[in-house]
């Protein structure tokens, strides 16, 4: 079964209506591997059959099957530690030192995958903090991808994944399981997750007053109108001088003049103003 142009054309346009995910043609044999499988797999006569039925389903299942292999996941614990070393010894005690007695933190980390990144963020908190255990730790994490959601809610990590992890972070928030590590009670215990679509306003809109966004290395995938969407919606999400962690390579620069730039340390973060 060979995918058309015209096709193409027509599965980017409602893959980007749904996710705001926008696949270039020099991306075209990547997702045509992929919608092939699936539309072998469910025995279609043709790849515009399987349009069809991904554009009429009622429940959207095979939709966001498809997705979950268009998705790329690549992500490890402790990633861009510079970055990660400015939020917890620079960032954290300002946000910290302005709560004044109110001990509580809200992060959000947006498409978190398979869990790393927001249980990396679990154990920053769980080492800068004085007394954590008096704190009130709420850390959203997010992802379109039903599949990786149930695997961070597991929280089984394999050798490559904890790679970067200081050895005595690994004796003290892990526990080796023959060849695999369980992330500890101690650093799950502050981590909920949602299935969360960041084109989706009224699921953007479930998680509110933030102290921190986190959503690294997924911005790439979208163009400038859906990155203004999603930014507008962390604003939104996020405190008075809250902050917004993106990836080296994205910036907002262009697409909201709302934040604030902060450079800090050897990292640019984003602040929500007063006034």
């Known amino acids: 079964m060979i995918l058309s142009d015209d096709l193409y054309d027509k599965y980017i346009k409602l893959i980007y209506k749904r996710t705001g995910l926008y696949y270039e043609y020099n991306k075209k044999y990547y997702v045509e591997k992929r919608i092939q499988q699936h539309a072998e797999l469910l025995q279609m006569d043709s790849l515009n059959e399987y ?25 490890y614990f402790f990633r861009d530690f510079p970055q990660l070393r400015n939020f917890a010894e620079d960032v954290l005690p300002m946000v910290t030192k302005s709560k004044a007695g109110r001990k509580k933190i809200k992060i959000w980390c947006a498409a978190c995958s398979t869990g790393e990144e927001p249980y990396t963020l679990s154990i920053i908190l769980q080492e800068m903090l004085e007394e954590p255990e008096k704190w009130d730790i709420q850390i959203v994490a997010s992802d379109i991808n ?70 690294r290395n997924c911005l790439i995938y979208f163009d400038d109108v859906s990155r203004k969407s999603v930014v507008t919606s962390f604003y939104e999400s996020l405190n008075i001088e809250g902050f917004l962690f993106l990836g080296h390579s994205e910036s907002v620069g262009r697409i909201s003049s709302s934040y604030k730039v902060n450079k800090i340390g050897d990292t640019i973060v984003y602040s929500k103003p007063k006034g």
């Open 146 to 215: 039903a599949e990786v959601l149930q695997r961070a809610k597991v929280g089984l990590y394999d050798s490559r994944a904890i790679k970067d992890v200081p050895l005595e972070y690994l004796s003290k928030y892990f526990t080796k399981r023959h060849d695999k590590y369980l992330i500890n009670l101690n650093i799950r215990k502050s981590v909920s997750f949602m299935r969360i679509n960041l084109m989706d306003e009224k699921e953007r809109h479930r998680i509110n007053g933030c102290d921190f966004v986190f959503c």
């Open 51 to 75: 349009f069809m039925m991904l554009k009429f389903e009622s429940d959207t299942s095979e939709f966001y099957q498809l997705i979950n292999d268009l998705t790329v996941n690549e992500t």
